[in-house]
Protein backbone atom coordinates (compact mmCIF):
# COMPACT_ATOMS: atom_id res chain seq x y z
CA UNK A 1 0.00 0.00 0.00
CA UNK A 2 2.62 1.81 1.05
CA UNK A 3 3.09 3.03 -3.19
CA UNK A 4 -0.38 4.20 -3.19
CA UNK A 5 -1.74 6.08 -0.36
CA UNK A 6 -0.67 8.75 1.72
CA UNK A 7 1.31 8.24 5.31
CA UNK A 8 -1.88 9.39 6.96
CA UNK A 9 -3.94 6.18 5.42
CA UNK A 10 -0.60 4.09 5.96
CA UNK A 11 -0.81 5.03 9.65
CA UNK A 12 -4.70 4.13 9.95
CA UNK A 13 -4.33 0.63 8.17
CA UNK A 14 -1.32 0.11 10.76
CA UNK A 15 -2.77 1.42 13.72
CA UNK A 16 -6.62 0.88 13.46
CA UNK A 17 -6.54 -2.40 16.07
CA UNK A 18 -4.00 -0.87 18.68
CA UNK A 19 -6.48 0.69 20.81
CA UNK A 20 -3.92 0.47 23.84
CA UNK A 21 -2.03 2.82 22.26
CA UNK A 22 -4.80 5.60 19.94
CA UNK A 23 -7.40 4.87 22.93
CA UNK A 24 -5.88 4.48 26.06
CA UNK A 25 -2.55 7.05 25.23
CA UNK A 26 -0.76 3.62 26.36
CA UNK A 27 3.01 3.27 25.45
CA UNK A 28 3.80 6.99 24.68
CA UNK A 29 7.62 6.74 25.55
CA UNK A 30 7.78 4.30 22.18
CA UNK A 31 6.37 6.99 20.45
CA UNK A 32 8.16 9.80 18.04
CA UNK A 33 6.10 13.32 17.66
CA UNK A 34 5.53 12.01 14.19
CA UNK A 35 3.93 9.15 15.83
CA UNK A 36 1.93 11.33 18.03
CA UNK A 37 0.89 13.69 15.37
CA UNK A 38 -0.02 10.49 13.16
CA UNK A 39 -2.05 9.11 15.62
CA UNK A 40 -4.53 11.85 15.00
CA UNK A 41 -5.80 10.13 11.83
CA UNK A 42 -5.95 6.79 13.25
CA UNK A 43 -8.25 8.38 15.91
CA UNK A 44 -10.35 9.45 13.19
CA UNK A 45 -10.63 6.68 11.09
CA UNK A 46 -11.49 4.67 13.65
CA UNK A 47 -15.48 5.11 14.27
CA UNK A 48 -15.25 4.53 10.65
CA UNK A 49 -13.76 1.53 11.16
CA UNK A 50 -16.53 0.16 14.09
CA UNK A 51 -19.05 -0.94 11.09
CA UNK A 52 -16.87 -3.92 10.27
CA UNK A 53 -18.17 -5.16 13.93
CA UNK A 54 -21.43 -5.05 13.51
CA UNK A 55 -24.37 -8.37 13.57
CA UNK A 56 -25.57 -7.32 10.74
CA UNK A 57 -24.01 -7.86 7.55
CA UNK A 58 -23.22 -4.67 5.37
CA UNK A 59 -25.30 -4.85 2.26
CA UNK A 60 -22.29 -5.71 -0.73
CA UNK A 61 -24.41 -4.79 -3.93
CA UNK A 62 -25.49 -1.26 -1.63
CA UNK A 63 -21.72 -0.66 -0.41
CA UNK A 64 -19.80 -1.51 -3.91
CA UNK A 65 -20.11 1.11 -5.89
CA UNK A 66 -18.54 3.72 -3.07
CA UNK A 67 -16.24 1.21 -2.47
CA UNK A 68 -15.41 0.47 -6.31
CA UNK A 69 -15.20 4.37 -6.76
CA UNK A 70 -13.00 5.05 -3.58
CA UNK A 71 -10.55 2.48 -4.35
CA UNK A 72 -10.50 3.70 -8.31
CA UNK A 73 -9.56 7.28 -6.97
CA UNK A 74 -6.23 5.66 -4.83
CA UNK A 75 -5.25 2.51 -6.84
CA UNK A 76 -4.42 1.53 -10.22
CA UNK A 77 -5.91 -0.67 -12.63
CA UNK A 78 -3.35 -3.57 -12.05
CA UNK A 79 -1.60 -3.26 -8.77
CA UNK A 80 2.36 -3.16 -8.46
CA UNK A 81 2.75 -6.28 -5.69
Known amino acids: MKNYLP ?3 LYMLRYHSF ?3 HREGAYPYLMT ?3 VK ?3 WVRAFNPYDLYTKSHERP ?3 ELRPFYDNLISEYFPATLRW
Open 38 to 40: MFD
Open 59 to 61: NLK
Open 7 to 9: EEG
Open 33 to 35: DKD
Open 19 to 21: YPG
